[in-house]
C-alpha cells in the first residue's frame, strides 16, 4: 500500500502566507549563496521547489533555473510569481514521487525536501547522474529529531538526518569534498504544542571532473 501523501495543491495558494516558511527559505537561499559560487552561465534543478521561495532568491544570480515538484498547485503559484517578475529563464517540471527528473545542470539545491523522499540513496545516485561535471548538490535539512517537527507524519519519510551517515551516502553516490555546516533554525510549536527550537544543516558534495 502506497503511504499517504499530503494535498500540497491545496496548501500551495497560502503557502507563502506563514511567514515562519519564508524566513526559513529566506536564509536557507543565503548559506546556499556562501557555500555555492553560482554564475550567470549556470544551469539550476531545485527539487521539491514548492512555490520558489529559494528558487527565486536563487534566479538572479543564474543563466537558468528549474524548479521542481510533485504538486502542479505549487508549480503553478512559482509560475505565476516568476511572469509577475518577467524572469523567462525561471521554469518548472512536473515530477513523481518516485522520480521522473531530466536535464543536465551545473547545481541542484533542495530545502526542507529530502525529509519527504523515502529513498535517499536513489536520489543522490540520480542527482549524480544530472549533475555536469563539474557539479554541485547542495541540501539543507532537519537535524535528527524525534518526529515533533510535523504536526502530521503523512508523506514524512525521515525525522531529519544524522549527518554524519548522509555524508556517507553522498560519498557512496559518488560525491567528493563533502562537507556540512549549519544553516539556520526554527522555533515552531512541536508536535506536543510546546515551542521547540529545530536546527537545519546545508550539506554540499561535488561531482568531480571525469
Same mark, same amino acid.
Given at each position: 500500500?502506497?503511504? #499517504?501523501?499530503?494535498?500540497?495543491?491545496?496548501?500551495?495558494?497560502?503557502?507563502?502566507?506563514? #511567514?515562519? &516558511? @519564508?524566513?526559513? =527559505?529566506?536564509?536557507? =537561499?543565503?548559506?546556499?549563496?556562501?557555500?555555492?559560487?553560482?554564475?550567470?552561465?549556470?544551469?539550476?534543478?531545485?527539487?521539491?521547489?514548492?512555490?520558489?521561495?529559494?528558487? +527565486?532568491?536563487?534566479?538572479? +544570480? @543564474? $543563466?537558468?533555473?528549474?524548479?521542481?515538484?510533485?504538486?502542479?498547485?505549487?508549480?503553478?503559484?512559482?509560475?505565476?510569481?516568476? /511572469? $509577475?517578475? /518577467?524572469?523567462?529563464?525561471? &521554469?518548472?517540471?512536473?515530477?513523481?514521487?518516485?522520480?521522473?527528473?531530466?536535464? &543536465?545542470?551545473?547545481?541542484?539545491?533542495?530545502?526542507?525536501?529530502?525529509?519527504? *523522499?523515502?529513498?535517499?540513496?536513489?536520489? +543522490?545516485?540520480?542527482?549524480?547522474?544530472?549533475?555536469?561535471?563539474?557539479?554541485?548538490?547542495? *541540501?539543507?535539512?532537519?537535524?535528527?529529531?524525534?518526529?515533533?517537527?510535523?504536526?502530521?507524519?503523512?508523506?514524512?519519510?525521515?525525522?531529519?538526518?544524522?549527518?554524519?551517515? +548522509?555524508?556517507?551516502?553522498?560519498?557512496?553516490?559518488?560525491?567528493?569534498?563533502?562537507?556540512?555546516?549549519?544553516?539556520?533554525?526554527?522555533?515552531? #510549536?512541536?508536535?506536543?504544542?510546546?515551542?521547540?527550537?529545530?536546527?537545519?544543516?546545508?550539506?554540499?558534495?561535488?561531482?568531480? $571532473?571525469?
Amino acid at each position: 500500500m502506497n503511504e #499517504p501523501t499530503r494535498n500540497f495543491d491545496q496548501e500551495a495558494a497560502t503557502w507563502d502566507d506563514n #511567514p515562519v &516558511r @519564508v524566513k526559513l =527559505a529566506g536564509e536557507i =537561499a543565503e548559506v546556499m549563496k556562501q557555500q555555492i559560487a553560482f554564475t550567470p552561465d549556470m544551469d539550476v534543478l531545485d527539487i521539491g521547489c514548492g512555490t520558489g521561495l529559494v528558487t +527565486l532568491a536563487l534566479a538572479p +544570480l @543564474v $543563466r537558468s533555473i528549474t524548479g521542481a515538484d510533485t504538486s502542479s498547485g505549487m508549480l503553478d503559484v512559482l509560475t505565476a510569481k516568476a /511572469n $509577475r517578475q /518577467n524572469l523567462t529563464h525561471v &521554469r518548472t517540471m512536473r515530477i513523481q514521487p518516485e522520480g521522473g527528473l531530466t536535464g &543536465r545542470y551545473d547545481v541542484i539545491v533542495s530545502s526542507m525536501t529530502f525529509h519527504h *523522499i523515502q529513498h535517499i540513496d536513489r536520489q +543522490l545516485s540520480e542527482c549524480f547522474q544530472l549533475l555536469k561535471a563539474p557539479g554541485y548538490l547542495c *541540501i539543507a535539512d532537519l537535524d535528527t529529531e524525534q518526529g515533533e517537527f510535523h504536526p502530521d507524519h503523512t508523506g514524512v519519510f525521515h525525522h531529519g538526518f544524522d549527518r554524519d551517515t +548522509l555524508k556517507q551516502q553522498f560519498l557512496q553516490a559518488g560525491f567528493t569534498s563533502v562537507t556540512d555546516c549549519p544553516a539556520t533554525e526554527v522555533t515552531k #510549536p512541536s508536535r506536543s504544542g510546546d515551542l521547540k527550537t529545530f536546527t537545519i544543516f546545508l550539506m554540499t558534495g561535488t561531482k568531480p $571532473r571525469a
